[in-house]
Nanobody, 129 residues
């Protein structure tokens, strides 16, 4: 069964950190670009960060650049999103998605000009004092 499962969300104070994980099963993980997206109530979905199948290419939204790091461990079929210096505006449901790697997939996927092949259910991140 094809599946993406996110974990690591929770409540954190402003300035705090969280590490989100996206674990995959049921498909050949290492051939896929993986992205993290978020959506808050009343706001549009946003591509936060994406990483190529090899991990060599990454993309970060301007809103998180310098505070977020994406990485992947293909041996564990897992992608991580380390988020530091969290702000109230980072609060959202975060979900990961996968798209078969092409010549140029990372930026289009994060800019949402291409659709993912698979998507997880999401994990809630709340930033509040």
């Amino acid at each position: 069964q094809l599946q993406l499962v996110e974990s690591g969300g929770g409540l954190v104070q402003p300035g705090g950190s969280l590490r989100l994980s996206c674990a995959a099963s049921g498909f050949t993980w290492e051939y896929y670009t993986i992205g993290w997206f978020r959506q808050a109530p009343g706001k549009e979905r946003e591509g936060v960060s994406c990483i190529s199948s090899s991990g060599a290419t990454t993309y970060y939204a301007d809103s998180v650049k310098g505070r977020v790091t994406i990485s992947r461990d293909n041996a564990k079929n897992t992608v991580y999103l380390q988020m530091n210096d969290l702000k109230p505006e980072d609060a959202a449901v975060y979900y990961c998605a996968a798209r078969r790697q092409g010549l140029q997939t990372v930026q289009p996927m994060c800019l949402m000009t291409v659709e993912p092949d698979y998507r997880g259910q999401g994990t809630q991140v709340t930033v509040s004092s």
